[in-house]
């Protein structure tokens, strides 16, 4: 049969029988790698020229069932598939879907910017009914809408996974390998770190895991739902307790583009059994030849033992205390910090690298010494970097929110800075921090930084189980169709803020905890807050009002704590549905329709040092199976239930539910909190009893 040599500039034709030995194709930048695979038989190699490869038929790319092997020449740093993917416009790496095997070979690849949509989800690659090898590739970057950034295995898709680093990838769930579906994969040797929405899913799959390193994936480095991974000789951030031994929790001591460094606890830790003898770097494993193997797809190999390894040597210098390009770093600093000992400025941020590692700054991400990002909606482009207030003529502000928060990195204490004024339509709504540990605040506070969602899209969402060092500070969120914020399985900080005009609730919660502080939700359309399936937030200082449904609804083993929070002139101030809020300090007063607090399926709430007055209907309603324990509280028409010292007197309220002198709810508490709803100190006089 005829096959096509491709090269460069020119095509010959090569006359090969089908049972000659199996054919090498090169593939040269500028060329398809998928007409070259369509060309291939079973048996057959491409190899890969070094350079950066986009476009269609250098994305998406099919196999077609082929046993073949797709390998770069010089290893991954040097050959790129760059899928140019976005949410708009979707674009994998690889995807397997014809029943291959693991005869079927990639190796030695970048993969990077791919974007992963239904029914192809994984945005690297994607694996369905498919078990191919994948070995020695960098798999970065990469994004899905729902499952596996990196890699998604679909169906009793079981490949080989060896020698891989996959890096900064992101999805809703299995940011780093999404296992699902009867799918165990091999993985041995691989690095998985810094993955946004788990490093590794395992729904009803059973992974075999060696010699890894999984570290640093947030939330958490695997889940296992209906599963059991096993996992031998691998390094865990938080420890493994399932299958498997020989494991470690131990920091890996990992450079920024995930490399070993000396006295790294990887090192010699790993075992023989399923690994390659060579490492993603080409060095030849185990070091020193009759050792112990290390853990990761780098094995660090520094025969004279000066901390740098000996393919950064070969590549650059081997003076470790040398500072060829005089940014304040030695060469073992460049390699520890991911930079280039030839340039002093890795990030082209106008501070060399030195200084910023000095100074706490991360010298390969764009920043400022103050690590703040600035936007302005009037004078800034997003096309500038951020890193100023005004444009410069270097620096200048992005002009919308969304834009200032893809600047940022995780774990460096970035801000994003919001200038006044009133941000509407895309990228200053359905804003996502994208798991990232990151404050977003206004520079003047709410009343004047105003997200206009324009009845379309919401104002944050939360869905990749951010924790409260996610910080959103200072902002009015409105009209937007559906929530205000939206958190499932997310548990931010969210304060000073007014949340208000939303078509649905202020602020919806399922599976999450986040705190709620100084904020208002007001007009919105259905509930203030609302809280579904365990959700334990904290509500403080907060005043909820003139919604129209609940003030606060709590379902399904949903316990807040709700604390000095006016909760006024809603349809009813809280419902309670199996669940046990703690209410403290609280004034609840002229909710319109139901009660102030309405109790029902077994909800017991603990209510303290609250003023519970003027609601229509009751002021606390119970059914037969919920038991609501009540002290120290003015509530109209009296309580006859659980608690104790309790009073039926009008607290002399002003309208903005403020106390009166005279009040009986002065100094009646021998306990509450701190400090009230407008941070005055309880109780007014040391040693008296707080007021209610």
């Known amino acids: 049969m005829n096959k096509i040599l491709i090269f460069p500039m020119c095509v010959f034709s090569v006359f090969v029988s089908t049972a000659a030995l199996p054919f090498t194709f090169y593939v040269e930048p500028g060329n398809e790698i998928q007409d070259t695979i369509d060309l291939a038989i079973d048996g057959d190699v491409i190899i890969v020229r070094d350079g950066t490869y986009t476009g269609d038929g250098n994305r998406d790319i099919d196999f077609r069932g082929k046993a073949i092997t797709l390998r770069s020449e010089n290893g991954p740093k040097m050959t790129i598939i760059d899928c140019e993917g976005t949410e708009e416009d979707t674009h994998l790496g690889f995807y397997f879907e014809s029943g291959e095997e693991t005869d079927s070979v990639v190796e030695g690849l970048t993969i990077t910017n ?42 009793k898709s079981s490949p080989t996974i060896i020698n891989c680093t996959i890096t900064a990838n992101l999805a809703a769930c299995g940011g780093g390998i999404s296992c699902r579906h009867h799918s165990n994969p091999t993985i041995i040797n691989c690095t998985i770190t810094d993955n946004l929405g788990l490093g590794i899913l395992c729904f009803r799959s059973n992974p075999t895991i060696t010699n890894s390193i999984l570290w640093n994936n947030h939330p958490e480095e695997i889940y296992v739902d209906d599963a059991t991974p096993t996992l031998d000789f691998c390094d865990v951030r938080g420890g493994w307790s399932g299958v498997g031994g020989n494991n470690i929790s131990d920091d890996p001591l990992l ?22 003898t060579y490492d993603i770097d080409g060095e030849i494993r185990p070091f020193p030849l009759g050792g112990l193997f290390d853990m990761g797809a780098d094995e660090f190999k520094d025969s004279d033992g000066d901390g740098l390894p000996d393919w950064w040597e070969s590549l650059h210098y081997n003076d470790a205390e040398g500072d060829p390009d005089n940014d304040g770093l030695t060469n073992l600093g460049e390699y520890e910090n991911g930079v280039s000992p030839d340039d002093p400025d ?45 444009w410069d003529g270097t620096h200048g502000p992005k002009a919308t929110i969304q834009a200032g928060i893809d600047c940022t990195i995780s774990g460096w204490d970035y801000i994003v800075q919001v200038a006044d004024g009133i941000y509407t339509g ?120 003139d919604n129209v449904n609940y003030g606060i609804s709590c379902k399904y083993e949903s316990n807040p704590i709700i604390s000095n929070c ?6 009813s101030g809280i419902y309670c549905s199996r669940s046990n809020p703690t209410i403290n300090t609280c004034t609840i007063t002229h909710n319109l329709r139901n009660s102030g607090i309405y109790c029902k399926n077994e909800s017991n709430p603990i209510i303290s040092n609250c003023i519970i007055w003027a609601n229509n209907s009751y002021e606390v309603y119970t059914d037969d199976s919920s038991l609501p324990n009540i002290n120290y509280c003015d509530i109209q028409g009296g309580w006859s ?21 005279g009040s009986p709810c002065i100094d009646l508490c021998p306990v509450g909190s701190a400090e009230d709803f407008e941070v005055e100190t309880c109780p007014f006089v040391p040693g008296w009893f707080s007021d209610i």
């Open 114 to 155: 791919g974007s992963g949509q239904h029914p192809h989800y994984g945005g690297g690659i994607n694996c369905l009914l498919s078990s191919p090898t994948i070995a020695n590739c960098i798999i970065i970057g990469n994004s899905s809408t729902y499952l596996g950034g990196g890699i998604c295995l679909e169906q």
């Open 255 to 276: 450079t920024p583009d995930s490399h070993l460094q000396a006295g790294s606890p990887c090192v010699d830790a790993g075992q023989s059994l399923g690994a390659l």
């Open 346 to 390: 890795s990030d082209d941020d106008g501070q060399n690298d030195g200084d910023e590692v000095a100074g706490g700054r991360n010298p390969l991400c764009p920043d400022n010494p103050e690590k703040i990002y600035y936007v302005n909606s009037l004078t800034g482009d997003d096309s500038y970097d951020g890193l100023a207030v005004s």
């Open 426 to 545: 895309p990228g200053n709504r359905d804003l996502s921090f994208e798991g990232k540990a990151i404050t977003v605040r206004s520079e003047n506070g709410a009343p004047t930084c105003i997200i206009d969602c324009e009845d379309s899209g919401r104002g944050f969402s939360f869905l990749l189980k951010e924790a409260s060092d996610s910080v959103v500070d200072g902002f009015t969120i409105t009209r937007s169709y559906g929530y205000g914020i939206n958190c499932q399985y997310s548990s931010p900080t969210i304060i000073n803020c007014i949340i208000n005009h939303n078509s649905s609730e202020g602020i919806f919660c399922r599976d999450g905890s986040p705190t709620i502080t100084n904020c208002t939700m007001q007009y919105n359309s259905n509930n203030g807050i609302k809280l579904i399936s365990n959700c334990k937030p904290k509500i403080v200082n907060c005043t909820i009002s």
């Open 566 to 571: 006016i909760i006024n002139d809603n349809s």
């Open 641 to 661: 239930g659980a608690g104790s010292d309790n009073i039926d007197e009008d607290p002399l309220l002003r309208p903005d539910g403020h106390l009166l002198p």
